[in-house]
């Protein structure tokens, strides 16, 4: 199957409103060619409903939605050319996998050899060669979840649109198949837009992630930009895990910004940000940038005494509980190989310490 050139998505101040409640509103977003783009989010943020809109199976409100500068925002599905995969694979349980496959080439009117031929190409490409008259109950979840990717890329679409596509498979099975998709889109230069609400899963296979929340985009940008510098309390909290502890920003120097919470504690970041002395703010540090050592150390930035309250075995780390003063505790991951020889214990007073490059300030919630 030859490469195609994946389409530009762009969307300009989308809205969707049921009776007075209103799902998404003014989303600005825009899919390079090739790019694979996540939609992240929580249930009910409206990441859905954006897909469904791409897709033309839900009319947006307001705003409009072009592919490479075309609009194609009144189109019906079947003008837009998108290949579709969602978490219910949809499979015909009365048609074998080449059947199931070639059954779109087949309602667009292609000749019976260029359906076979171009069938048979996608089954190849998902690695279900010698799978084409088996029917789909005889399959696997993931063998199936591979037909239905097939399906979705046999006419040569030039946009992916994938909603919770691994959301029934298991653990396992859900990392390998995200790592083939991943190759996939990069090897067929399909512009690829997923929704999840699986942060890992974005990580994993996005190159820009857009956070929703509320209907609303919270943040838009690469996927290791989005984990090391969220903007948002909302955003830390929800890529990856994260301590957060309320500042004002008291002074801006040389791409320095220096913080104090009301206990007087002093806090520096290197990590570039926009706000400023009015904004409310918050320090956030991730479990895995702090790094502990045993006892009281002398008062400095970035730098909090406390007490050890509990810690929790996970394999290749510890998470440990500290509480830090007034009910309020920070978690930190300490790996395994330095927990076997200076474990923290509870009841012990340690000292947590992280670096300027490590120290987040977003927006409060």
Known sequence: MATSQGAEVRLTGICRSYGDAQVVSDVNLRASGGEILAL????????????RMIAGLVQPSAGEITIDGASVTG???????????????????????????????????????ETARLALQALDLVRLTGFGDRMPAALSGGQQQRVAMARAIVYRPRVLLLDEPFGALDKKLREEMQIELRQL??????????VTHDQEEALVLADQIAVMRGGCIEQVAAARAIYER???????????????????????????????????????????????????????????????????????ANTLTGTIRRSLFKGQIISVWMEI?????????????????TKPEPGEVWTARWSQERTLVVREQ
Do not use: W
């Not at 003008?79 to 087949?106: C, D, I, K, S």
């Not at 003063?325 to 020889?341: H, K, N, R």
């Open 40 to 51: 992240l989010g929580p249930s009910g943020c409206g990441k859905t409903t954006t897909l």
């Open 75 to 113: 189109l019906p599905v079947h003008r837009r050319n998108l290949g579709m995969l969602f978490q219910n694979y949809a499979l015909f349980p009365h048609l074998t996998v080449l059947e199931n496959v070639a059954f779109g080439l087949t309602m667009r009117g292609v000749s019976r050899a």
């Open 185 to 194: 889109c990069n090897e067929l230069g399909l512009t690829t837009i997923l």
């Open 230 to 300: 969220p903007v948002s309390h909302f955003v830390a909290d929800f890529i990856g895990t994260s301590n957060f502890l309320p500042a004002g920003i008291v002074e801006r120097t040389g791409g320095r910004t220096v913080l104090r919470n009301a206990q007087g504690l002093v806090f520096e970041s290197t990590v570039a940000n926009d706000f400023t002395a009015q904004d409310r703010v918050a320090v956030a540090i991730r479990p895995e940038s702090v790094k502990l050592t045993p006892g009281v150390a002398p008062a400095a």
């Open 325 to 341: 003063g007034e009910g309020t505790e920070i978690v930190v991951s300490v790996p395994i190989e330095q927990a076997g020889t």
